[in-house]
């Protein structure tokens, strides 16, 4: 079975260029993860990135499975994009190993309306403290692989403020996207507040 993630590494420097910095994080009993970063580039001048590079090795298992298929099964990465400078969001590098590693720790399947939470702000004095998976395909394209292996997709996160993450769990993720898109918020913002939700 080739290696996965040197095809998943050159998919985002296709789609972002190079990244300027790394860091490697290993949970027990967990593969490594790493997080990759992205500097702002290009139209987007003040959006830096972060993307997981290491949860696509393996599938995600269902977790009602009695055995984990090793080759059949979702693959995901995580995207992640702020806008650079007001905020110390390379501090969010642990939190996105966290959630990339989830799959594996938890027997979680990471798809497009789920919620994620870290329990702790995403960075330091982060108003957020969890995210939205958004729908892939706009910023890094599916990577596709040879039969039988399903495609990886790179997931967006959109930062929630945990009042924005109580909504959504009443009201389901399209409302909350849809306020959002109401409102004009700038998800990227990393010091933003929470939108009217009244």
Do not use: C
């Not at 997931?155 to 929630?160: C, D, H, N």
């Amino acid at each position: 079975m080739a290696d996965v993630l040197p095809l998943v590494e050159a998919r985002l420097r296709t789609a972002l260029g190079e990244p300027d910095a790394r860091a490697a994080v290993t949970f027990l009993g967990t593969d490594r993860i790493e997080v990759l970063r992205f500097p702002a580039a290009g139209q987007e001048g003040d959006v830096v990135r972060y993307a997981t590079l290491g949860m696509s090795a393996q599938p995600m298992a269902d977790p009602t499975a009695v055995l984990a298929d090793p080759v059949k099964g979702p693959r995901a990465e995580l995207v992640l994009s702020v806008r650079a400078g007001t905020a110390d969001t390379d501090k969010v590098l642990r939190p996105l190993a966290v959630l990339a590693a989830s799959p594996q720790v938890e027997g979680v399947i990471v798809a497009p309306g789920a919620s994620l939470d870290v329990g702790e702000p995403l960075w330091p004095g982060a108003p957020f403290t969890s995210v939205l998976v958004a729908e892939p395909g706009g910023l890094v394209e599916d990577l596709e692989l040879d039969a039988p292996l399903d495609p990886v997709r790179f997931l967006p996160l959109l930062p929630m403020t945990p009042n924005e993450a109580a909504w959504k769990r009443v009201h389901g993720a399209p409302a909350l996207q849809e306020r959002w898109l109401n409102h004009g918020t700038d998800l990227r913002d990393p010091s933003r507040r929470s939108v009217p939700l009244d």
